[in-house]
């Protein structure tokens, strides 16, 4: 019997004449039941009461009530009866009297009584002789559990999606109901939950949506994470550089920097909850990281030397960038609350430009330690161990980034005879196979960054006697300029979902 049943209660007695008690059905379907050769026999008459908020599903969900009396003592059936919503009573005539019964009513979902069980009680009475018990039933719900789905619920902001919940009984079984549901959002500003389960994106960020069947009080959550798609990227619109965000179609330009000093090399956190990038505002070129807003600025490294082109671990503790140790780049890590340097190349040539890989196992990096100005991409183990080359040629490769898949890196070629030729986008394996170039222009491109989803590119490009932000398809296709300005804009990152 399900923990929360309550038992059907036994309300009351009502005297009846004899004839009346022993005559056919009286009211509902006037059932007869078994007389085992006595004229000792009695009566019951029952009917269903449907109590208020979380005590029962039979309102909303059941078509049929099923009565079954039994002989307490061996569980013998002795007759059956049919209650229905909109007729809720009967009687059942010619039940051995002074028996003890058990009497097991049963709400389904269906009119003929059939159907998973949506709430059930049970109740011992006697039979009285020659008379009439009236009793009226209680049920209490079957449903032991609540699930929402989806579940995570991932959506982008502006977007909606609809959570649906179902009830289950202790064996799992689903349980119908049609009744209303309490749907609660933890963070209203991240998203909103209509009445109906409608649930919308407001704004980036991880939250929760509890949802509960408004009559058995059983609960259940779902995970909601919501993505707001921006461009984070430099800028010297105000005169000097500074960090910028932008919507991927170039609307919605908004600076985050203070405007203290140059900002920039700016990269998203994991969470897209923060933002790392260089500036040069305590006089030395550092790294600092701040909320995606511009506040709560913190300075990471703290060095008398150069710090640049920082990028985040993927589970958004470590900070990998390249230091200026004695005229040359070398690669190094910081814990992102500025603990924990730790050099990762010593080379005697220049290690920079380094990126984390999407799982954290290897970072790319580009160097000119095969032959000196001559760039290519190379890789490691994120704790500096096996350094080999990736993409090498006698043509330079540098900026690599990788592809969400963590399969291929998208990096910057310079083609053509120097100084006369410019940088191109490229992407391939980190064998080297594959290698399929995405643009083809008159100025350079640099900057090669996909989006989370690897369907877009997001660069720098020198295109139109300035530097601005274009986006293309992965393929190269539909290369559109979304700063349009004449002041400098580059260096951009696509902002990942918080999940």
Request: aromatic content about 6%.
């Amino acid at each position: 019997m399900n923990r929360r049943m309550a038992p059907l209660m036994l309300l009351g007695i009502l005297a009846v004449g004899l004839a009346g008690c022993t005559s056919g059905g009286v009211g509902g379907n006037g059932n007869q039941a078994p007389t085992d050769g006595t004229a000792t026999t009695g009566s019951l008459s029952f009917s269903a009461r449907f109590p208020d908020a979380r005590a029962s599903l039979i309102p909303a969900a059941a078509e049929s009530i099923k009565v079954v009396v039994t002989r307490e003592e061996t569980g013998r059936l002795l007759a059956t009866t049919l209650l229905t919503p909109d007729s809720p009573s009967d009687r059942i005539d010619n039940l051995p009297g002074g028996m003890d019964v058990t009497v097991t009513a049963t709400a389904h979902p269906n009119a003929d009584g059939t159907g998973t069980p949506e709430a059930q009680g049970i109740l011992n009475a006697i039979v009285p002789v020659q008379d009439v018990a009236e009793v009226q039933l209680a049920l209490a719900t079957t449903v032991e559990s609540v699930s929402v789905t989806p579940n995570p619920a991932h959506l982008k902001a502006g977007e909606s999606v609809s959570l649906v919940p179902t009830a289950r009984d202790a064996d799992g079984s689903v349980v119908l109901v049609t009744t209303s549901w309490d749907f609660e959002s933890a963070d209203p500003t991240i998203a909103e939950v209509a009445a109906s389960g409608s649930l919308s994106g407001l704004a980036q960020g991880m939250t929760t949506v509890s949802v509960t069947d408004t009559e058995s009080g059983e609960s259940a959550s779902a995970v909601v994470g919501v993505w707001e798609p921006l461009i984070c990227f430099s800028s010297e619109r105000t005169g000097q550089s500074q960090i910028c965000v932008m919507s991927p179609d170039g609307d919605g330009v908004t600076n985050v920097s203070d405007g203290s000093a140059w900002d920039l090399m700016p990269r998203w956190s994991p969470d897209g909850a923060h933002i790392v990038f260089v500036s040069g505002r305590d006089g030395n070129s550092e790294l600092y990281t701040m909320d995606a807003d511009g506040a709560n600025v913190r300075r990471v490294t703290n060095n008398s030397v150069l710090d640049d082109i920082p990028d985040w671990s993927p589970d958004g503790s470590t900070i990998v960038f390249h230091k200026d140790v004695s005229g040359q780049n070398e690669i190094y890590t910081i814990g992102v609350d500025g603990t924990n340097e730790t050099r990762l190349t010593d080379s005697p040539t220049d290690d920079s430009y380094a990126t984390w890989s999407p799982d954290g196992s290897q970072i790319a990096f580009h160097s000119d330690r095969g032959h000196a100005g001559n760039w290519d991409i190379y890789v490691m183990d994120s704790d500096g161990l096996n350094q080999k080359a990736a993409i090498a040629s006698p043509a330079v490769e540098e900026g690599p980034s990788w592809h969400p898949n963590g399969q291929k890196l998208i990096f910057d070629v310079y083609v053509g005879a120097y100084p006369n030729g410019n940088d191109e986008i490229y992407v391939a394996f980190l064998d080297g196979s594959d290698l399929q170039r995405l643009t083809v222009a008159s100025g350079g491109d640099w900057h090669p960054v996909y989006s989370p989803e690897g369907d877009q590119i997001a660069f720098t490009a020198e295109r139109n006697g300035n530097y601005e932000i274009y986006t293309m398809d992965a393929y190269g296709r539909d290369v559109t300029d979304i700063t349009n300005d004449q002041a400098v804009d580059a260096h951009p990152d696509w902002r990942p979902p918080p999940w």
